[in-house]
């Protein structure tokens, strides 16, 4: 298993750019998850889905949109970027359920925006 | 809404010393907790949690944690560090009855040789 890749690793951007990041997983998990990461600020939640089809916002949704049209597949869409932005991107993925399930991450995208 | 806490933004230790990680969070509720570690340049790795039972939780690399529901609190211990410790460590929580996790700001761990 490969467990949850993500594409592309680096990306460099100019204002204004869009992109779209990928997260996939082999595991069959229900939970998708992106987050994003900055110094001193933890992992935010940007977006997640409960399942195929439904997405729903986290805490700092604003300048990005999701999409969950395969169960394996997360993807996360920046339509116009702009230096705010600026961060490293975390995908995880948890099974469904009420259980001690922990998240499994993904090893990230480097996203600069100049 | 959830939050989460942790004491310290920086530790620096030598090796061979013991070390102690706070954590705290808001929800008064049945709560998952987690505590991961990311090594420079890597992801988040699990480290270890606690659902149910003994609040003494044992993980991966010599690390322990101690649930204590008064306090609201689960700190990480390891007796002795080593120079590989040195990482960034996150403690997250997650409601029973949620599908989300909550993040603390996270500690940085620098271990002297």
């Known amino acids: 298993n490969a467990g949850v890749t993500q594409t592309p690793k680096f990306r460099v951007l100019k204002t204004g750019q869009s992109m779209t990041l990928l997260c996939a997983q082999d595991?069959?998990?229900?939970?998708m998850y992106w987050y994003r990461q900055d110094p001193g600020m933890g992992l935010r939640l940007i977006h997640y889905s409960v399942g195929e089809g439904t997405t729903a916002k986290g805490e700092v949704p604003d300048g990005y949109n999701v999409s969950r049209l395969k169960k394996q597949n997360f993807l996360l869409g920046l339509e116009s970027a702009a230096p705010s932005q600026t961060s490293v991107y975390f995908c995880?993925?948890?099974?469904?359920?009420?259980?001690?399930?922990?998240?499994?991450f993904g090893p990230g995208t480097r996203l600069t925006v100049t | 809404a959830q939050s989460v806490s942790q004491h310290n933004h920086h530790v620096i230790l030598s090796e061979a010393a013991s070390l102690e990680l706070g954590c705290n969070y808001s929800y008064g509720g049945t709560v998952n907790l987690f505590w991961y570690v990311q090594y420079p340049g890597q992801h988040l790795q699990l480290l270890l949690k606690?659902?149910?039972?003994?609040?003494l939780v044992k993980g991966i690399k010599g690390f322990e944690a101690e649930f204590i529901k008064s306090k609201f609190s689960f700190n990480l211990r390891k007796p002795s560090v080593q120079w590989s410790d040195t990482a960034e460590y996150f403690c997250a929580v997650r409601d029973n009855y949620g599908q989300n996790f909550v993040f603390g700001p996270g500690t940085r761990l620098s271990v002297l040789p």
């Open positions: 995880a993925s948890t099974p469904l359920g009420e259980g001690s399930y922990e998240q499994y």
């Open positions: 595991m069959n998990h229900e939970y």
């Open positions: 606690y659902f149910s039972g003994d609040p």
